[in-house]
């Protein structure tokens, strides 16, 4: 039996080059969050990985669980640690707070103490957050390795504060990881999402879709209150340093 020779399937090997092009692989910039969040996060970057792309975490010097000197994850991911002028311990009692109110207290706490628990934290997120936001937009060498990376797309937890806003400097995508705020106001403001107050609960209310008229009352009642103070918490805080950065807001 003969077989053909091999210059012979050389057309049909240029027409498969033709129709099925090589795939390339992307740069991806990650912001992670803490604790369960950089498990998400992690989860995501390593299929990616797994999937021949490269991954670069910016991360700040003060995390508390993103561990950069972990040899297991450096072999994966290229870590790249920014310097900022809070400690570990400030940022891990500030998420310990938002933790234990969210998943244990919230529930059984009052009505104003829902609105005025959660805009505490805020604030304390706020200020860490603006913190952050100096030491990654305002180093100059940090923004230059970032604009030489050439990155096509940024995945971005939203409980990073501005993660966005580096996006857009960078003029790269932007895709966030999940979706999760209080009172989901992130989602509703900025995403523009969806969100029929007569059954779908704010979070970190415990109901269900199907709420009694009390229960739709204090949901109603929540996603007020959490817009309200999330748009007075943002003007106070962020809405300068946009305009420092951008130029207008």
């Not at 995390?63 to 809070?86: C, E, G, H, Q």
């Not at 310990?96 to 998943?103: N, R």
């Not at 244990?104 to 829902?114: G, P």
Request: hydrophobic share 45%; proline share 6%.
């Amino acid at each position: 039996m003969k077989f053909p020779s091999p210059l012979l399937l050389l057309p049909s090997i240029l027409l498969l080059g033709v129709f099925f092009p090589a795939a390339d692989s992307g740069h991806f910039l990650a912001f992670p969050g803490e604790h369960s969040h950089w498990l998400n996060m992690r989860t995501i970057i390593e299929e990616l990985v797994r999937r021949n792309h490269k991954v670069t975490v910016l991360v700040p010097d003060a995390s508390p669980s993103v561990n950069y000197n972990s040899s297991r994850d450096a072999a994966k991911f290229n870590f790249l640690v920014f310097k900022v002028p809070f400690s570990r311990s400030d940022m891990n009692n500030i998420m310990q707070d938002f933790i234990q109110f969210s998943m244990y207290k919230a529930h059984n706490s009052s009505l104003l103490d829902r609105f005025l628990v959660p805009l505490t934290i805020m604030g304390k997120f706020s200020q860490i957050g603006k913190q952050q936001c100096d030491a990654m937009l305002k180093n100059q060498q940090l923004m230059a390795t970032l604009r030489d990376a050439a990155f096509d797309v940024v995945i971005l937890d939203p409980m990073v504060v501005c993660g966005d806003l580096v996006a857009d400097v960078l003029g790269v995508p932007l895709v966030l990881s999940l979706r999760f705020s209080f009172g989901s106001t992130l989602e509703r403001h900025c995403g523009q999402a969806p969100m029929p107050a007569s059954f779908i609960p704010a979070s970190p209310l415990p109901y269900s879709d199907h709420m009694t008229f009390g229960e739709r009352l204090v949901n109603m009642l929540t996603y007020t209150g959490m817009s309200v103070l999330s748009e007075l918490t943002w003007k106070m805080t962020l809405d300068s340093f946009y305009t420092e950065i951008k130029g207008w807001c």
